[in-house]
């Protein structure tokens, strides 16, 4: 036989490729031919293989490439600047302000460093609503990062485009603009159904239909979000939607906190995609979304980290480790959220939330190679009997060596071959003294 060749060959690890039937191998390698993954198995099977270059994982974790369904990268500005608040008095009177002061090169530099950190703790994609998002998905080109991105769309005027129509013009532009991109994706994303007229949730679903663009909102997120919707419609927010008729299989609901069986019952048979963001509810006591009672019923739910405002940090490691507690904690009965199912929802099943588990979410011939590779030589992961269970109890953001993006070493050994960290972190550190001193 002849031998094969690829353009990266990962060898010299434990192999969690996440594919349907879990498969793991002790020794295992991954082939990787430009953007794509050509071949996975067991390193003796590519003894004949060549490859341009070879990329030794240490005797570490090799698997996909975490992704995070909900976030506002460009919030890392605002990382520590308000705390311990009421949700209100922490939107009105320090994030909105905040906000305000926002442009696109801002958004750009604060969104570079939530990549940064994103890249440096495994996280290879991400989900993103937020302004100025067309600086969104060029820090993200720019990173090297795959990203799905929405301009938040509003009743009231934008910092960044104005009236809402305006909004829609930004979006179709986003969606020109981005049509041909190997890495960016563009999703219509109205805030929330509290912050959303009817006409505008209408318009922003049919949009979705007509371009097969997935829908990203705020939904049944807190208790005051509900009680408002019952009394401006006499429904809750998921009855809401389901009314307007803009419950569907490419919607992701973020939150998903204040649901009653009906809401879930609906979200089941609209089989919409749910991202579940546990240290965020936490930090502004939003409550913990009943995510074991969703996924009995078959429900997709993938894991977020919102905003750096209310986290405050991007590790999808530390989310997974609090995802699983504290389902146990609420439901007191440890073997619910297991670890493999946890690891599921920050990989194949985040990438079945954005509509992209045919590209990403696994590591399986013809996938796009988004991987990384976990350096278990640390004191904090040793001994290891499980790989999956050091992943999601045990292992760190920073015990990640090298992360691999559409088939390019974007990190390796620690340190980011796409950009200067020092000047991304001092740029940010500038936007922090200009919001200090106004
Ligand atoms: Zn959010």
Known sequence: MKPKSADILVINGTLLTLDANHTEIVDGAVAISQDTITAVGSANGFSDWSAARVVDAGGGIIMPGLINTHTHAA???????????????????????????????????????????????????????????????????????????????????????????????????????????????????????????????????????????????????SKSEVDQIKERYGRTPVEHLAELGILAPNVLACHCVELTENDIHLLQRFDVKVAHNAESNMKLASGVAPIPELLDKGICVGLGTDGCASNNNLDLFLEMDTVAKLHKARTLDPTTMDALSVLKMATIQAA???????????????????????????????????????????????????????????????????????????????????????
Not at 144 to 155: F, I, K, S, W
Not at 401 to 409: D, K, L, P, Q
Not at 410 to 438: C, H
């Open 75 to 221: 919030m890392t500005c605002f990382r520590g600047l308000a705390d311990d608040l009421q949700l209100m008095n922490w939107l009105n009177n320090h994030i909105f302000p905040a906000e305000a002061k926002l442009n696109d090169q801002k958004v750009y530099q604060g969104t570079l460093l939530a990549c940064a950190e994103m890249i440096m703790s495994g996280t290879t994609c991400f989900c993103d609503m937020y302004l100025f998002e067309d600086a969104v998905a060029r820090a993200a080109r720019d990173a090297g990062m795959r990203a799905v991105v929405g301009e938040v769309l509003y009743d009231f005027d934008s910092p960044n485009y104005g009236p809402i129509e305006k909004g829609f013009e930004y979006t179709q532009k986003l969606i020109d603009a981005w049509r041909a991109d190997p890495l960016v994706t563009i999703a219509v994303e109205p805030h929330s159904t509290y912050l959303c007229a009817p006409e505008l949730l209408k318009k922003a679903f049919q949009l979705t239909q007509s371009l097969r663009l997935p829908l990203v909102i705020h939904l049944a997120e």
């Open 352 to 438: 079945r939330a954005l509509g992209l588990d045919h590209l990403i979410g696994s590591l399986e011939a013809g996938k796009k190679a988004d991987l990384i590779i976990i350096d278990t030589n640390k004191p904090h992961l040793t001994p290891m009997y499980s790989p999956v269970s050091h992943l999601v109890y045990a292992a760190m953001g920073s015990d990640v060596a090298t992360t691999i993006i559409n088939g390019r070493v974007v990190m390796e050994n620690g340190s980011l071959n796409t950009m200067d960290l020092r000047k991304v972190m001092d740029d940010v550190n500038q936007i922090a003294k200009e919001l200090k001193s106004t």
